[in-house]
Every structure is written in structure tokens, then in C-alpha cells.
T-cell receptor, first 114, second 114 residues
């Protein structure tokens, strides 16, 4: 079975400060890893994904994440946040032999203050 | 190239009524996933369908819920005899292949049971 743990339910941060949203996963098979963003009352938008290869993945809106196999982590980072980054962020895993269904973490609410 | 479409966007039902949620995948996509987002919870996988087949329904409640994806037309998630606990946002996602490395999400249907 696969599971995802997002270690922080809420992360308040000031504008232009750096931020890290933490994600750990567990799986007995190889997985794909994703970060999605959800703005209020909207669907999910893919920020970035790790499939294989380079462990540092760059995504949209200046976000990046690093896959760490030994620590089973996939933390999301941004060096300088904007007010518009305020949203809920979900880490997720999937695997081919599970049909590709996504297993999500509980979400982290990022709140950027001026 | 239209994205994943869901309708209605908002649905209000009284207890005991039926709810039908529709999902039209992206053009060329024959795989559909349904997820549910309950208040204060993350997204949970419900069911995975391919045209005319249910591939994985391990996340579906055992009673009152059903899903289909006919050869022609949208995928339908049907909830019979709704109860207040069914109030949630229901999202569908589509992908072109089984176990694809990316799913594209619709805007969701927000179901309110009064």
C-alpha cells in the first residue's frame, strides 16, 4: 500500500520569503511523485512531477522539488513567494501497477502575508 | 483544445434524492478517475474507469454509489439516496493511457445535501 504524509497542515509566510512544504511517502514499488496546487473553489493544477532521472525537478510559477529516495521525501520549495501563491498544495504518488490512481496527502495550506 | 469538463459545477440535493455528476474527459483520453474531497480532508480516490469498463473501484462506498463510462458520452458518477455526509467536492481527472504519468483535472462539482 502507498501513503503520503504532508507534515504541515498550515504554513504562514511573509511575501518574498522562501518556503518549503514537506512531503514524505511510503511505497513498496516505484512511484511517480507530484505536487498539485488548488486555488479556492477551483480544481487541481499540476505544479511539477518526478518520474525518473534528475532528482531536482522544476515546475511552474518558480516552484521546484527534490526527490530523496533514501528519506522517501519530495519537498516543495520556492525561494521567494508572492501573495498569489496563497493556496492549498497537495503532494501525491501514483504507480503504473496501481493503474495510475493518485494517492494524496492531506494538503498544506500556504498563506502568504504582505 | 478543451480541458476536462464537469457539470454541473454546483448541485444542491435534498436528503434521499439522487445526484448525477458528469465528466467529459479531454479529447483523446479514454481513462477517467473520480476523486472526492470532503470538508477538512484531502482528496480520496474513488474509482478508475476506462471506456465501458470499471478498472478499480476500491475507493467507492459499498452502497448508493455507482459510476459508468459508456462508449459514447461522459462518465457519470451517480449517488442514490444522498445523505448530508455526501456533501463534498467531486473531481474527475482524465489521462490518455493506463498508469499515465499525468492526470488532468476538471473544475469539480460541489454537491450540497440539505
Amino acid at each position: 500500500a502507498q501513503s503520503v504524509t504532508q507534515l504541515d497542515s498550515q504554513v504562514p509566510v511573509f511575501e518574498e520569503a522562501p518556503v518549503e512544504l514537506r512531503c514524505n511517502y511510503s511505497s513498496s514499488v516505484s512511484v511517480y511523485l507530484f505536487w498539485y496546487v488548488q486555488y479556492p473553489n477551483q480544481g487541481l493544477q499540476l505544479l511539477l512531477k518526478y518520474l525518473s532521472g534528475s532528482t531536482l525537478v522544476k515546475g511552474i510559477n518558480g516552484f521546484e522539488a527534490e526527490f530523496n529516495k533514501s528519506q522517501t521525501s519530495f519537498h516543495l520549495r520556492k525561494p521567494s513567494v508572492h501573495i498569489s501563491d496563497t493556496a492549498e498544495y497537495f503532494c501525491a504518488v501514483s504507480s503504473y501497477n496501481q493503474g495510475g490512481k493518485l494517492i494524496f496527502g492531506q494538503g498544506t495550506e500556504l498563506s502568504v502575508k504582505p | 483544445n478543451a480541458g476536462v469538463m464537469q457539470n454541473p459545477r454546483h448541485l444542491v440535493r435534498r436528503r434521499g434524492q439522487e445526484a448525477r455528476l458528469r465528466c467529459s474527459p479531454m479529447k483523446g483520453h479514454s481513462h477517467v478517475y473520480w476523486y472526492r474531497q470532503l470538508p477538512e480532508e484531502g482528496l480520496k480516490f474513488m474509482v478508475y474507469l476506462q471506456k465501458e469498463n470499471i478498472i478499480d473501484e476500491s475507493g467507492m462506498p459499498k452502497e448508493r454509489f455507482s459510476a459508468e463510462f459508456p462508449k459514447e458520452g461522459p462518465s457519470i458518477l451517480r449517488i442514490q439516496q444522498v445523505v448530508r455526509g455526501d456533501s463534498a467536492a467531486y473531481f474527475c481527472a482524465s489521462s490518455p493511457n493506463r498508469g499515465s504519468d499525468e492526470q488532468y483535472f476538471g473544475p469539480g462539482t460541489r454537491l450540497t445535501v440539505t
